[in-house]
T-cell receptor
């Protein structure tokens, strides 16, 4: 069964360092999302792509976070510089365009710890 | 802000039906009710969705009240693997609508 791939699975970094997460959605899924999940809370949407275009990045802290999906396939989420409060699970999800757009397929996430 | 209200936690005995309630009193006519669950250390998983009719699939059943202001997710024969956080979400399928997760219900299946 096709899956959303994310890496790294775990990342430990020191504050002020740069960190990057990678996501490869299910083949053919035009819509890609990045969510952040702080321990004990539900996932929070950071950015949504439709193909290579950003549809919504209103909740992305743009002073330190950036996201790209250059060829409309895989995507990278970057944090620079990392802060202690960025410790969280970063989840990538994808969805079909024109399908059941409420059905998102999530990866296993990348857990970030900032020391 | 999440448009739903769910109890923070529930227990259910293994083998029994788990009934997870959700209130969505401000739901509008074009909004669907979606359920996801998140097993520890994994990403959320889609379970089921519905508009106004009851729905059933291989994972669960969804019962939506006639006024659509609340719904119940039913896991008919809960197993230990059903221990997870369950999220109820209302969502229109308009292009600009977003899936917004609340805190969900933490379901503990007891052996």
């Amino acid at each position: 069964e096709a899956e959303v791939a994310q890496s790294p699975r775990y990342k430990i970094t020191e504050k002020s360092q740069a960190v990057a997460f990678w996501c490869d959605p299910i083949s053919g899924h035009a819509t890609l999302y990045w969510y952040r999940q702080i321990l004990g809370q539900g996932p929070e949407l950071l950015v949504q792509f439709q193909d290579e275009s950003v549809v919504d990045d209103s909740q992305l802290p743009k002073d330190r976070f950036s996201a790209e999906r250059l060829k409309g396939v895989d995507s990278t989420l970057k944090i620079q510089p990392a802060e202690l409060g960025d410790s969280a699970m970063y989840l990538c999800a994808s969805a079909l365009r024109g399908g059941n757009t409420g059905e998102l397929f999530f990866g296993e996430g990348s857990r970030l710890t900032v020391l | 802000d999440a448009k739903t209200t769910q109890p923070p936690s529930m227990d259910c005995a293994e083998g029994r039906a788990a009934n997870l309630p959700c209130n969505h009193s401000t739901i509008s006519g074009n909004e669907y009710v979606y359920w996801y669950r998140q097993i520890h250390s994994q990403g959320p998983q889609y379970i089921i969705h519905g508009l106004k009719n009851n729905e059933t699939n291989e994972m669960a059943s969804l019962i939506i009240t006639e006024d659509r202001k609340s719904s119940t997710l039913i896991l008919p024969h809960a197993t230990l693997r059903d221990t997870a956080v369950y999220y109820c979400i209302v969502l229109s399928l308009n292009r600009d609508d977003k899936i917004i997760f609340g805190k969900g219900t933490r379901l503990h299946i007891l052996p």
